[in-house]
């Protein structure tokens, strides 16, 4: 089992800077992946950035050369540091850990509130 905790959303103004946090826990070194999506009112839940752990990360086009995703393996906490932010990424950000092999399994966390205003 994995546990994922988001943390770091909150309110900001067009044009600004939010660094979101996930902290896993658990089986940590089972993790293959890590991924934050974001899901906005009365939208489907889309991808964001994915890091292959040991590979690349990939962005989205809609935030590509705005958000970066990064890691810190002592804290087992990867962070979605996102820069220029528009009011169209106001979303509820959402971290998750992919786990292959035998029985393939997603984990999530509880989710997080990103609001920009214009």
């Given at each position: 089992q994995v546990?994922?905790?988001e943390s770091g959303g909150g309110l900001?103004?067009?044009g600004g800077s939010l660094r979101l946090s996930c902290a896993a826990s658990g089986r940590t070194f089972s993790i293959n992946s890590m991924a934050?999506?974001?899901q906005a009112p009365g939208k489907q839940r889309e991808l964001v950035s994915n890091l292959i752990i040991g590979g690349?990360?990939?962005y989205a086009d809609s935030v590509?050369?705005?958000f970066t995703t990064s890691r810190d393996n002592t804290k087992n906490t990867v962070y979605l540091q996102m820069n220029s932010l528009k009011p169209e990424d106001t979303a509820v950000y959402?971290?998750?850990a992919r786990v292959e092999g035998f029985r393939p399994t997603t984990y999530w966390g509880p989710g997080t509130?990103?609001?920009v205003s214009s």
């Open positions: 546990q994922l905790v900001v103004q067009a934050w999506y974001r690349s990360t990939n590509k050369g705005r959402y971290c998750s509130q990103v609001t």
